[in-house]
């Protein structure tokens, strides 16, 4: 009797359950009765390693709300995903790599495999794309690097790419004026010229020259990478003490997003603009337009900025995809000069248009070969017009007699009028391919590059110059904490001939730490860097002065040394690093005397005569440190602090006072850093951010004899409130307590500057 109640309870029980089960949920019951579909695979990196840990969901297509399943990848990528048989909407996800999705249709006991190759997404703050010839994650890259992110440009509430360098390690920003002003900038204590920029690839700097940051905008951009170090290996000329790379938005979604803004403030400033992206299958675009105007501080200081900007992908493949992207930015301001020294100049303009576009086709032939073929173009064109004299000298040998019945009598100054115009443009097109393996890798590329000016205000209607290199970088892993980085770059130039560059690095973790002491990075980089003359310092025919085909390129060697070090379960990042530059054969400028032809030409020539040529030789040596501070989720600080012992070495016959060897070089401060405390709780986020330079060597070149402009602090706030359903209040105040400066002598900058507007994005974020 028992024997026959225990066995008729042992088998009641579970069709019991069973029951209760199906009352509870019909859906489960009706799966147990039901055959599963399973979707397995292998996710794999560019190198053809497995990727683990990525997180595989899966959910109705047709019912949004419905429940989700999930997998995990293993060590070597393998994934297996059980679900009831339906259509699915599946993402394959784990940063920094692009994350995946499709749409599948999955039957009864279907067994679908799906492998993917999943590539590095170049936006992530953990990747890094510019210091070396693939993208690399952040810890592996051996060149010093700062990211400057989407988030933190929109909690700065900048307008200006020059605005968010200003805080950015080892960047010190040289202005002539206010909105609009031609604005330089210096890196790790190199010359303006000294700093390659790209957008998405293309360089923009006109030949042999620096970029004037004036008319760049930050619409449409997601991050900016800040390379510190010559990296002419992988770069060619212009990339004599770092390369700047500003990387366009691209869209994500399925529902398109769109944003739109408008805002007034100080100085009759109205600014608008809009940013539309999204995903229609394996097409992503992302477009943007902004609309500038300030009537600025004071006479002929107002200045028009439009941008334009757009980036398209598709992806054949999850190895083979096309990018196109384009970006203009067109201004035109008012220039009243060195006011403080001089009356202003009252119908003097500036205008510069800057295009860029690159192209990308990104293709694999097996599992570790991969190829990249892409060309970019950029255009510049810049032009001065004044047509009036606003003021003349008084001293006849000053040889300024007064031209306008309303000029301004002046000792000795003198407003020369006329119009001046300088049009660049660079083409150029790469084939690289690299053949990677899960602890090493290798790139050989070919570039073949056109560069045009046409100085007709110099006598210089049309030059050309055809330029072509190749290069190889090596990547090595001898253990999962040691990268190493290596490669060269041989480089034909139309003017100077043919030069040869390495670049060599190494990052080693030292300590894997948790807790309170964290992990501990060690780097160290050595690279050299060059850079081609400007077509006027090769062609030029002005006033007496020639150009001078022979001129070698400007050279550079540098080496870095960085210590990174996490605390508090990474809530803290501190990092310090030492660099070293020395400059030779820097191009400058002298007068030739009869006496003694010291520009040694023959036959003799009359004096005054002016010729460029290489003898200079400067130095840049100093640390820069930087900690961030992640206190709690809402509140977290930043700070950084650069020394920078620039000093002039050699100097033959200097043309300014400040040139003088044992001088630190023009407009680089000693020391100067920043410090931004960011706060975001609930809808509300605020950001207080201070910025600090000592004094500087600089020159007011009027013959004055000013040599120094004073140090100052500055600070900025900032901060936006979500109202909820897509729109948001913002406002700022630049120069919050309104501190007269000067980042360029004679050039006063923008006081308190208070702007507020009002965006509203859709869909609504959360």
């Known amino acids: 009797?028992?024997?026959?109640?225990?066995?008729?309870?042992?088998?009641?029980?579970?069709?019991?359950?069973?029951?209760?089960?199906?009352?509870?949920?019909?859906?489960?019951?009706?799966?147990?009765?039901?055959?599963?579909?399973?979707?397995?695979?292998?996710?794999?990196?560019?190198?053809?390693?497995?990727?683990?840990?990525?997180?595989?969901?899966?959910?109705?297509?047709?019912?949004?709300?419905?429940?989700?399943?999930?997998?995990?990848?293993?060590?070597?990528?393998?994934?297996?995903?059980?679900?009831?048989?339906?259509?699915?909407?599946?993402?394959?996800?784990?940063?920094?790599?692009?994350?995946?999705?499709?749409?599948?249709?999955?039957?009864?006991?279907?067994?679908?495999?799906?492998?993917?190759?999943?590539?590095?997404?170049?936006?992530?703050?953990?990747?890094?794309?510019?210091?070396?010839?693939?993208?690399?994650?952040?810890?592996?890259?051996?060149?010093?690097?700062?990211?400057?992110?989407?988030?933190?440009?929109?909690?700065?509430?900048?307008?200006?790419?020059?605005?968010?360098?200003?805080?950015?390690?080892?960047?010190?920003?040289?202005?002539?004026?206010?909105?609009?002003?031609?604005?330089?900038?210096?890196?790790?204590?190199?010359?303006?010229?000294?700093?390659?920029?790209?957008?998405?690839?293309?360089?923009?700097?006109?030949?042999?020259?620096?970029?004037?940051?004036?008319?760049?905008?930050?619409?449409?951009?997601?991050?900016?990478?800040?390379?510190?170090?010559?990296?002419?290996?992988?770069?060619?000329?212009?990339?004599v003490s770092g390369v700047i790379q500003l990387f366009t938005h691209r869209g994500e979604t399925s529902t398109p997003e769109i944003s739109m803004y408008s805002e007034a403030g100080s100085f009759e400033s109205v600014r608008g603009g809009a940013q539309f992206s999204g995903l229609l299958g394996p097409f992503d675009y992302s477009a943007a337009g902004s609309y500038f105007h300030t009537d600025g501080q004071g006479p002929d200081d107002d200045f028009l900025n439009r941008t334009f900007s757009g980036n398209f992908g598709y992806a054949i493949s999850d190895t083979d995809s096309l990018r196109v992207t384009f970006r203009d930015n067109n201004s035109i301001a008012g220039i009243p000069g060195q006011i403080l020294y001089e009356p202003p100049n009252l119908d003097q303009r500036y205008t510069q248009h800057l295009f860029s576009a690159s192209g990308r086709w990104d293709f694999a032939t097996g599992k570790h070969w991969h190829h990249q073929i892409s060309g970019g173009e950029s255009y510049t064109l810049q032009a001065s017009f004044n047509p009036i004299q606003s003021f003349y000298a008084t001293d006849p040998n000053a040889f300024c007699p007064q031209a306008n019945p309303a000029a301004v009598p002046t000792l000795e100054f003198c407003d020369f009028t006329g119009n001046s115009s300088f049009q660049y443009n660079r083409s150029n097109v790469t084939a690289q391919t690299s053949y990677l393996l899960s602890n090493f890798g290798v790139t050989a590329g070919y570039e073949y590059e056109v560069e045009n000016a046409f100085l007709t205000s110099i006598n210089v209607p049309h030059a050309r110059r055809n330029n072509q290199a190749g290069y190889l970088d090596f990547r090595y892993r001898p253990h999962p904490r040691a990268s190493l980085n290596f490669g060269g770059r041989a480089e034909d130039?139309?003017?100077?001939?043919?030069?040869?560059?390495?670049?060599?690095?190494?990052?080693?973790?030292?300590?894997?730490?948790?807790?309170?002491?964290?992990?501990?990075?060690?780097?160290?980089?050595?690279?050299?860097?060059?850079?081609?003359?400007?077509?006027?310092?090769?062609?030029?025919?002005?006033?007496?002065?020639?150009?001078?085909?022979?001129?070698?390129?400007?050279?550079?060697?540098?080496?870095?040394?960085?210590?990174?070090?996490?605390l508090f379960s990474d809530h803290v990042e501190l990092n310090a690093e030492y660099f070293s530059s020395r400059f030779y054969?820097?191009?400058?400028?002298?007068?030739?005397?009869?006496?003694?032809?010291?520009?040694?030409?023959?036959?003799?020539?009359?004096?005054?005569?002016?010729?460029?040529?290489?003898?200079?030789?400067?130095?840049?040596?100093?640390?820069?440190?930087?900690?961030?501070?992640?206190?709690?989720?809402?509140?977290?600080?930043?700070?950084?602090?650069?020394?920078d012992d620039s000093r002039v070495i050699k100097a033959s016959d200097p043309f300014d006072i400040t040139e003088l060897p044992g001088n630190h070089l023009l407009r680089r401060p000693v020391n100067s850093g920043s410090l931004t405390l960011n706060a975001a709780y609930r809808r509300l986020t605020v950001t207080l951010g201070g910025y600090f330079t000592g004094i500087r060597t600089d020159s007011d070149f009027l013959g004055l004899g000013y040599t120094h402009n004073p140090g100052y602090a500055r600070f900025d706030l900032s901060g936006s409130y979500q109202f909820g359903h897509g729109v948001s209040f913002y406002a700022r105040a630049t120069n919050l307590f309104d501190k007269q400066y000067q980042d360029a002598l004679g050039y006063p900058a923008l006081g308190r500057d208070l702007r507020a507007g009002v965006r509203y994005t859709f869909p609504n974020p959360r």
């Open 493 to 566: 130039n139309g003017n100077f001939g043919t030069r040869v560059v390495p670049r060599a690095g190494a990052s080693l973790i030292l300590l894997y730490g948790k807790g309170t002491r964290g992990d501990t990075l060690f780097r160290v980089f050595y690279g050299e860097g060059i850079k081609e003359p400007r077509f006027d310092q090769i062609y030029g025919d002005n006033f007496g002065d020639f150009g001078n085909p022979s001129l070698k390129p400007e050279a550079s060697k540098t080496w870095t040394v960085g210590l990174e070090q996490k």
């Open 1 to 239: 009797m028992k024997t026959n109640f225990f066995r008729t309870s042992f088998i009641l029980t579970p069709v019991f359950f069973l029951f209760v089960l199906a009352l509870r949920n019909p859906a489960a019951a009706a799966q147990s009765q039901s055959s599963s579909a399973f979707l397995t695979g292998t996710l794999l990196d560019s190198s053809g390693a497995g990727i683990a840990a990525v997180q595989i969901t899966a959910r109705s297509a047709d019912a949004p709300d419905s429940q989700l399943w999930k997998a995990t990848s293993s060590t070597d990528g393998a994934y297996n995903l059980g679900v009831p048989p339906g259509r699915y909407h599946v993402w394959f996800q784990r940063p920094p790599f692009i994350a995946r999705d499709f749409i599948l249709d999955l039957t009864a006991n279907q067994h679908r495999k799906l492998d993917l190759t999943l590539q590095l997404e170049p936006l992530s703050s953990s990747v890094i794309v510019t210091a070396q010839a693939e993208p690399t994650l952040a810890n592996q890259t051996t060149a010093p690097v700062s990211i400057i992110t989407r988030e933190e440009i929109d909690a700065r509430q900048s307008v200006g790419v020059a605005d968010v360098l200003t805080f950015a390690t080892g960047v010190a920003i040289g202005r002539t004026g206010p909105e609009g002003g031609s604005t330089s900038v210096f890196l790790n204590g190199g010359n303006s010229n000294f700093t390659k920029i790209l957008v998405d690839g293309a360089p923009i700097n006109p030949p042999g020259a620096a970029v004037d940051f004036s008319t760049l905008t930050l619409d449409n951009i997601d991050k900016i990478e800040i390379v510190r170090g010559a990296e002419s290996a992988i770069y060619g000329t212009d990339a």
């Open 585 to 643: 054969d820097m191009v400058t400028f002298a007068f030739c005397e009869m006496t003694n032809n010291y520009c040694n030409l023959t036959p003799l020539v009359p004096s005054g005569f002016g010729y460029y040529f290489n003898t200079d030789i400067a130095r840049a040596r100093g640390i820069n440190l930087r900690g961030v501070g992640k206190f709690t989720h809402w509140l977290n600080l930043a700070g950084n602090y650069t020394y």
